[in-house]
């Protein structure tokens, strides 16, 4: 969960703002649907894609579309075996824009991952109440697609959202859909729903 963080500065020391603090590493995904290793993949995998862009823990993480608001994102201090199991950073920007994803998308809707959705679908987890009692296959739930982009080097995250809007149009019938795009290079989480 969320806690208030006072006077947490930008990473290039302008003005102290106050943000609300999410951890990515360890990274509470706030469900029982996701392992406890799997979510520490996560959490790690995108702090290394913050540290490869030079942030430090704390740096604010923008959020555009659905929300407009901003996160002091935390994680502990990596290690040099971070560096070497995540040195595939295509990779590494998948899992940890999924990790970043799902903590800002249960901190904006109170939606949480519910399970991961199989190939061929266009989307890549389900997400909901995990206490929904109806027990129906579609009930309350939501399609989430992520994607991640390292280092946006001018307009790929627009591109992006748009192309991942595209691709969840054949899961359409299902259910409603949200995308989000995770940029690690300044920090930001652009949210839509489709």
């Not at 943000?19 to 706030?30: A, E, N, T």
Request: aromatic content about 6%; overall charge negative; proline content about 5%.
């Amino acid at each position: 969960m969320t806690a208030p963080v006072e006077n947490i500065g930008d990473p290039v020391g302008h003005l102290p703002v106050s943000l609300k603090r999410i951890c990515i590493r360890p990274i509470d995904l706030g469900t029982p649907a996701i392992t406890g290793s799997y979510a520490a993949m996560l959490g790690e995998a995108a702090a290394v894609c913050l540290e490869e862009n030079s942030h430090a823990s704390g740096v604010a993480l923008n959020l555009a579309g659905l929300s407009t608001e901003a996160f002091a994102i935390q994680w502990q201090q990596l290690e040099a075996a971070h560096q070497s199991t995540y040195k595939d950073l295509q990779e590494a920007t998948e899992f940890g824009a999924y990790g970043v994803a799902l903590v800002v998308i249960r901190e904006v809707t109170g939606k949480t991952a519910i399970e991961r959705s199989a190939k061929g679908g266009g989307f890549d987890w389900w997400i909901g109440d995990s206490d929904d009692p109806s027990g129906l296959p579609f009930h309350g739930k939501t399609r989430l697609e992520v994607s991640g982009i390292l280092r946006d080097r001018g307009g790929a995250l627009q591109a992006r959202l748009e192309i991942k809007k595209r691709q969840t149009d054949p899961s359409d019938s299902l259910a409603p859909a949200i995308i989000a795009i995770v940029e690690f290079g300044q920090p930001t989480a652009h949210i839509e729903v489709k």
